[in-house]
């Protein structure tokens, strides 16, 4: 089992910035690969970037291409996502899920555990 807290949500104006963290306790010594996703109301989950175990390889919807960026510390059980030039479409609620097996990082249903989700509320 792995718990998920994510952290770092908030209100910002548009065009400006917020990193979340997302911080895994439990069984950390296996080696999960690591993905944001986020979902407004009425609307499914949504794919935002995903993060090799070993942080050498990354992903990232294209919506959020250039202004995102995933990145993690293995050593803190810790992934990050920070959210630059942010757009009032960018608001929702943002989980972190973490992935133990191969597959596609892309699609929800891939992933094992999930936080509870932090908002994020871009003004315009």
């Known amino acids: 089992q792995v718990q998920l807290v994510e952290s770092g949500g908030g209100l910002v104006q548009a065009g400006g910035s917020l990193r979340l963290s997302c911080a895994a306790s439990?069984?950390?010594?296996?080696?999960?690969?690591m993905g944001w996703f986020r979902r407004t109301p009425g609307k499914e989950r949504e794919f935002v970037a995903a993060?090799?175990?070993?942080?050498?390889?990354?992903y990232y919807a294209d919506s959020v291409k250039g202004r995102f960026t995933i990145s993690r510390d293995n050593a803190k059980n810790t992934v990050y996502l920070q959210m630059d030039s942010l757009k009032p479409e960018d608001a929702a609620a943002y989980y972190c899920?973490?992935?133990?097996?191969?597959?596609?990082?892309?699609?929800?249903?891939?992933?094992?555990?999930w936080g509870q989700g932090t908002q994020v509320t871009v003004s315009s």
């Open positions: 439990g069984r950390t010594e296996t080696k999960y690969a």
């Open positions: 899920g973490a992935k133990r097996y191969s597959g596609s990082y892309y699609f929800p249903q891939k992933y094992d555990y």
């Open positions: 993060i090799s175990w070993s942080g050498d390889s990354t």
